[in-house]
């Protein structure tokens, strides 16, 4: 009987052990926030939390301390409750995430005010520095595209430091100020995230932008915000933070940021706005805009106006729909002092694609593979959409749905899931939340069309065994990077 006893203990060892590192994991990609941990455990992989697939967080000392508080708390669980011993192991295993939540609550208390006083470290630097001029960023997506290519573009003439890669909250902010702030720089462009009200307000106050920018507006993260209204209001934060002489960048082929833009000049603020169409003469002089737009052979390019002056531009980026990106980055740098045709030429010169952002790479058997799992959203899946529609030969689209939706949730996934049946010759979802209405969109085009819904060993292998040369899989999400990285590791 001893020796059972020991082998379950064994195997309840590793269980709890994987189970925990799991949740840690979890938790991380989360930020440790209780508000978006909530919205996981409605979708369907959140209520199969018992039994998730083994995932290993990033080492560092609060995954650690995390670590080692769950395993010694549910050890001491299983040790001193008094039933039997089976039940014992059944009780401790219903525990292990409520466990992982209380540690990272408790961790979490130290945490805030370590950042409390690293926010105010570099708020000190910020305010010592009189000759940084500050460009904020905003909006549900784009702005990490949008950040990287107006720095490289203001690299040309300023001395330029940037937040690093998607860091959008106070921490990240001070922490870039803290690490890469010298007396050489000129130019802080500072990327604002936010799931609620309040927050990019904060990093206004901190960072003082003369210059806002936004990007677009859509349906992410709306079962925190609750609608797109409260939305625009939580990200016209940073407009509404700017000084009587700041300039609010906005882009005027969004609907919503239009809105934004009235309410800009309601309260006295200059506005810019860019577009990927002609704007009306009255708005001319102030809109950076695009004519001929063409994506073709890895290349996009487009003749950039402003007033009376243009120019051509040429970058090495993936879909027309990143036309929109590089003209905010051009109306950013011009509206920060750089000349319209300095803007330009290094904007040709300087821009390469992001990581992880409509990506190419060389893929099995001669296919190109599109590595797009920086992020997923509505409109960046539509844009990926568009993009693998004018390939040739095989498509297929590697999709991870999307949470956070809110109310748009099924709306957003039928939509999704009807352009992809209208281009896609096989379709593979790397989980299977919204399924339903993933499926209804497809049927609406192809009733019969399969949907597959894969883990990352199986899709690779399917993936191995279906492409041939010419064919193009865009990964989209991060989930779709599992799979991808199983199959290969080589940039083009």
């Known amino acids: 009987m ?143 595209s949008t950040k990287e290519f107006m720095a490289a573009v203001l690299g040309a003439q300023f001395r330029v430091l940037k937040t690093e890669a998607s860091k959008n909250s106070p921490i990240g902010i001070a922490e870039t100020v803290i690490k890469n702030l010298t007396e050489d720089h000129t130019v802080f462009i500072v990327e604002m995230g936010a799931y609620k009200r309040g927050e990019i307000a904060s990093m206004t106050r901190m960072v003082r932008p003369e210059i806002g920018l936004v990007t677009a507006i859509n349906a992410q993260h709306q079962d925190l915000f609750g609608t797109l209204d409260t939305t625009m209001k939580a990200k016209y934060e940073l407009i509404q933070g700017l000084p009587h002489n700041g300039i609010a960048v906005m882009n005027a082929d969004d609907p919503l940021v239009r809105t934004m833009g009235e309410w800009a000049k309601r309260d006295g603020k200059a506005v810019w706005w860019y577009s990927m169409h002609q704007p009306h003469a009255e708005n001319r002089e102030r809109t950076m805009w695009a004519s001929d737009i063409r994506a073709a052979d890895g290349r996009l390019s487009f003749v950039c106006h402003l007033g009376k002056h243009e120019g051509a531009v040429s970058v090495s980026l993936l879909g027309a729909h990143q036309a929109g990106n590089v003209l905010a980055a051009i109306a950013g740098a011009v509206a920060c002092g750089m000349p319209f045709e300095r803007a330009l030429e290094a904007t040709t010169r300087a821009i390469h694609p992001i990581p992880k952002v409509m990506e190419p790479v060389k893929g099995t058997n001669g296919a190109l593979f599109i590595d797009d799992t920086f992020n997923n959203n509505p409109d960046a899946a539509r844009a990926a959409l568009a993009f693998l529609e004018k390939t040739k030969g095989r498509k297929i689209f590697v999709f991870q749905p999307m949470i956070e939706l809110g109310a748009y949730t099924d709306s957003s996934h039928e939509e999704i899931g009807e352009y992809a049946a209208s281009v896609c010759d096989d379709i593979i979802l790397t989980n299977g939340n919204f399924l339903d209405a993933f499926r209804r969109g497809v049927m609406r085009i192809h009733p019969d069309k399969e949907i597959r819904v894969m883990g990352a060993r199986e899709a690779a292998r399917f993936i191995e065994q279906t492409v041939t040369r010419n064919d193009t899989v865009v990964f989209k999400g991060k989930e779709a990077e599992r799979i991808l990285n199983r199959l290969t590791t080589r940039r083009v």
């Open 2 to 144: 001893n020796d059972i006893v020991r082998v379950i203990f064994a195997l309840w060892a590793v269980r709890i052990g994987a189970n925990v590192l799991t949740y840690i994991h979890l938790w991380f990609v989360k930020e440790y926030r209780f508000d978006r941990m909530m919205v996981h455990l409605k979708t369907k992989q959140g209520k199969r939390i018992l039994f998730a697939p083994l995932r290993i967080p990033p080492l560092s000392p609060k995954t650690v301390i995390i670590f080692v508080l769950s395993l010694s708390m549910l050890l001491f669980l299983l040790v001193r409750i008094n039933v039997n011993i089976y039940l014992r192991y059944l009780v401790t295993d219903l525990l292990t995430f409520p466990t992982t939540a209380l540690f990272v609550e408790l961790v979490n208390l130290p945490t805030r005010i370590y950042h409390r006083m690293i926010i105010g470290r570099a708020l000190h630097m910020l305010m010592s520095h009189t000759k940084l001029r500050v460009i904020g960023v905003t909006g549900s997506y784009g702005k990490t």
